[in-house]
């Protein structure tokens, strides 16, 4: 099982910039990734961006490419979601996911990931 703690939401103004952080624990192997989803109320949880342990390969919704990053800390077990040109569509509750899939289409789903954190809520005011 894999721990998983977010932080940096809050709430901020359209064109902001904001880095959400996931600091993970546990059973971490190579094969693990980190996925990042957001859900907004009444409405489904959806894709982000991931990335592997590594570092090697990342992915991104296309609602987010170009203006979101992903990377992982080089001494630490710790991702981050760099969220730049923020939009009011953006506002949603942020969770980071731990899973074992590495493939583009199952990467993206939910129901691949096995460990969740809390959730960081991010507001974005237009």
């Known amino acids: 099982q894999v721990q998983l703690v977010e932080s940096g939401g809050g709430l901020v103004r359209e064109g902001d910039s904001l880095r959400l952080s996931c600091a993970a624990s546990?059973?971490?192997?190579?094969?693990?990734?980190i996925g990042w989803f957001r859900q907004a109320p009444g409405q489904e949880r959806t894709f982000v961006a991931a990335?592997?342990?590594?570092?090697?390969?990342?992915f991104f919704a296309d609602s987010v490419k170009g203006r979101f990053a992903i990377s992982r800390g080089d001494a630490e077990n710790t991702v981050y979601l760099q969220m730049n040109s923020l939009k009011p569509e953006d506002t949603a509750v942020y969770y980071c996911?731990?899973?074992?899939?590495?493939?583009?289409?199952?990467?993206?789903?939910?129901?691949?990931?096995?460990?969740w954190g809390q959730g960081t809520q991010v507001t974005v005011s237009s």
């Open positions: 996911a731990a899973g074992s899939s590495t493939h583009n289409v199952s990467i993206r789903i939910p129901k691949t990931y096995h460990s």
């Open positions: 546990g059973r971490i192997h190579v094969t693990t990734n």
């Open positions: 990335i592997t342990w590594s570092g090697s390969r990342s």
